[in-house]
Nanobody, 124 residues
Framework: QLPLVESGGGLVQPGGSLRLSCAAS????????IGWFRQAPGKEREGVSY????????YYADSVKGRFTISRDNAQNTVYLQMNSLKPEDTAVYYC?????????????????WGQGTRVSVSS
């Protein structure tokens, strides 16, 4: 599978906001669980959030709960990650990918391949 394409990253001050986008070409995101992952410098990649096609209950890691919101626009074939109240510890390269299940998300087992990601830097 081709990688999904992430965009929307940038440099922002603590407390600021960014909205990341995850788009696909060649296949429809609807029907797939789409996850957002991040990798901070010197750290392993971690799952941040995922959204299922039918479930109203997205998952958020404790570190982002209450600050990040994941959503999907099937008409645009895009999944978004709205990030508010950003902290320096949110600094990382953010990736999105399709996963087969909740368990696969937590294992980092993705159906698509890893893309280039989008870099988020939170600094004053």
């Amino acid at each position: 599978q081709l990688p999904l394409v992430e965009s929307g990253g940038g440099l922002v001050q603590p407390g600021g906001s960014l909205r990341l986008s995850c788009a696909a070409s060649g296949f429809t995101l609807d029907g797939y669980i789409i996850g957002w992952f991040r990798q901070a410098p010197g750290k392993e990649r971690e799952g941040v959030s995922y959204i299922s096609s039918g479930s109203p209950n997205p998952y958020y890691a404790d570190s982002v709960k209450g600050r990040f919101t994941i959503s999907r626009d099937n008409a645009q074939n895009t999944v978004y990650l709205q990030m508010n109240s950003l902290k320096p510890e949110d600094t990382a390269v953010y990736y999105c990918a399709a996963v087969r299940s909740r368990a696969a998300f937590f294992r980092g087992e993705i159906m698509t391949s890893w893309g280039q990601g989008t870099r988020v830097s939170v600094s004053s």
